[in-house]
């Protein structure tokens, strides 16, 4: 089946169309509704791409065409609310969109209604509908916790909540509390694998987030994540990462604070780039005209706040630019998850990771087990690599402009952790480490210069190459007071200027067979 085919299929499908992955899981959730009590809390899990409003949309269209009861489906967002009315429909399924303005003087005439959590919360309050006859309730997006309050009401009927990520978004109010049992669909590989979603390609780039703090919600705080994603350092970064590997490609920009995201868009719009910003703050008017011009322009650039990691799909974005972290689960993979649509033409789509969230979850579509996360979900969270280890072990990448400076050295890397544990095992002084350091880069200034003014010239830009090792060296050796670490970057920046003026005429002449000219 050809990309351009699957495409079309998935724009529109009824009950003779269905994929078999997608009848076998409707057949898996009849069994159980067969099976288990009226009250029973099934969920069902399947990637972002899958197709799960088009699975509960045909479980609905069997239900109600078997069953003499109602149906309740809940969203969180109004996005989601419309796009699931509007499926239902095409599956031929009436139903009654019940929201801030819905008149519910005609409710005996449905059998079906579709509601947000708090709207149908405050109509539940105020007795406005009669759910007295409800037999099944869906929810979409089933992790977040909004919905466990209106469980209550629905004490007698199956709930099927879908998801992407069967891990709740609070840690004190785990899924399984919730839920009786945990059916997973098709991997993210086995999507691929049979062109119903997207190959990524991945690129990460080492961001240091320790000045980053928690909130109360358990993921990094906008303040602190603005501070850190608007400086000029950390937005040069994200041009640079999209000239490298998304030039004029349609990419979808993600930052957590809606400062971070004007920055984002005046650094492109300074650049010479096509951009726009969209946040929550946005009329329906705006958003709808950014998201058609976003369609409609092939090289756009659109940055975002939130907004755009549910609810949104465009399957022709080609790149996913993460420029914040997140300690979320479901956030990262609903962020990723924006640019795996399948398009004509679009045989891959590109990740660039500028919150070190690969590290922190590993790559996109890596075998996850959900079964074990639903089971034991405060298990897999404490398993999750913290910043402070997964920056222990962040490798040096000298930049490729500088890079260039340095040509002719074959390499520039020093591992500083290496070395360390080699010391140790010798039984060195640890100051052999910062000696054979100075010494490396000696050499790397030297045989890239032709005078030792070149070689002073090129240790200045070394600045960062140099925090690095530092960084990692103190580590090592587990002191990090602010006045030994300040006095360890003086000592260390002269004594290897030191260095290169006394071993440049030697060490040049080691290299090339022949003293440096006058």
Not at 426 to 452: F, M, P, Y
Request: charge should be negative; include cysteine; hydrophobic fraction near 35%.
């Amino acid at each position: 089946m050809s990309v351009k085919t699957v495409s079309q299929n998935l724009e529109r499908q009824t009950e003779k169309d269905l994929y078999n992955y997608q009848k076998n899981a409707i057949d898996k959730v009849f069994k159980a509704f067969d099976e288990a009590p009226s009250d029973y809390h099934l969920l069902y899990q399947l990637p972002t791409g899958g197709g799960k409003t088009v699975i509960f949309s045909e479980f609905v269209r069997q239900y109600l065409k078997n069953h003499d009861k109602k149906v309740v489906i809940l969203t969180h967002r109004i996005e989601l609310l419309k796009q699931t009315s509007k499926m239902l429909t095409e599956f031929n399924v009436t139903n009654k969109v019940v929201d801030s303005k819905a008149n519910l003087d005609d409710q005996a005439n449905y059998s079906c209604f579709v509601a947000m959590v708090e709207t149908l919360n405050n109509r539940l309050q105020e007795d406005m509908l009669d759910i007295s006859d409800v037999g099944l309730v869906i929810i979409d997006e089933a992790h977040y916790n909004s919905f466990t309050k209106l469980f209550k009401y629905f004490e007698n009927s199956f709930i099927l909540g879908v998801t992407a990520t069967p891990l709740s978004s609070n840690k004190d109010l785990p899924m399984k509390d919730n839920y009786n049992e945990l059916i997973t669909g098709e991997t993210i590989e086995q999507l691929i694998e049979n062109n119903f979603l997207s190959r990524a390609e991945t690129y990460q780039y080492n961001v240091g987030l320790t000045s980053l703090e928690v909130g109360s919600n358990g993921d990094y705080t906008v303040k602190s994540s603005e501070d850190l994603y608007t400086n000029t350092d950390m937005l040069k970064k994200v041009v640079y990462a999209y000239e490298q590997h998304s030039l004029n490609k349609k990419t979808l920009i993600f930052n957590n604070g809606i400062n971070t995201s004007l920055h984002v868009y005046d650094t492109f719009k300074r650049a010479g780039y096509t951009i726009a910003h969209l946040d929550n703050t946005a009329t329906k008017k705006e958003r709808k005209m950014i998201l058609k011009w976003f369609k409609e322009t092939p090289n756009a650039i659109l940055t975002s706040v939130s907004i755009l990691t549910t609810g949104f799909d465009e399957p022709s974005v080609e790149t996913i630019i993460l420029n914040r972290a997140t300690k979320s689960l479901a956030l990262y993979y609903q962020m990723v998850g924006r640019g795996s649509r399948i398009y004509p033409g679009k045989e891959v789509f590109k990740i660039i990771d500028l919150g070190n969230n690969m590290h922190r979850f590993g790559p996109w579509g890596a075998d996850i087990n959900w079964q074990k996360i639903f089971g034991s979900p405060n298990y897999y969270l404490d398993s999750i690599v913290n910043d402070d280890d997964i920056e222990a072990n962040f490798r040096y990448e000298m930049p490729e402009d500088l890079r260039q400076e340095f040509a002719n050295s074959e390499e520039v890397y020093f591992d500083m952790k290496q070395a360390y544990t080699d010391s140790v095992n010798r039984g060195d002084s640890s100051k052999v480490l910062l000696e054979q350091s100075i010494a490396h880069h000696t050499k790397i200034c030297v045989e890239n210069s032709e005078d030792v003014y070149d070689a002073l010239a090129l240790m200045k830009l070394l600045e960062d190459d140099i925090n690095h090792r530092l960084e990692r060296y103190t580590q090592c050796i587990s002191r990090s007071t602010f006045n030994f670490v300040k006095w360890l970057h003086d000592d260390y920046r002269m004594k290897l200027r030191a260095h290169i003026r006394e071993n440049f005429d030697t060490i040049y002449e080691e290299i090339h067979g022949h003293p440096p000219e006058d």
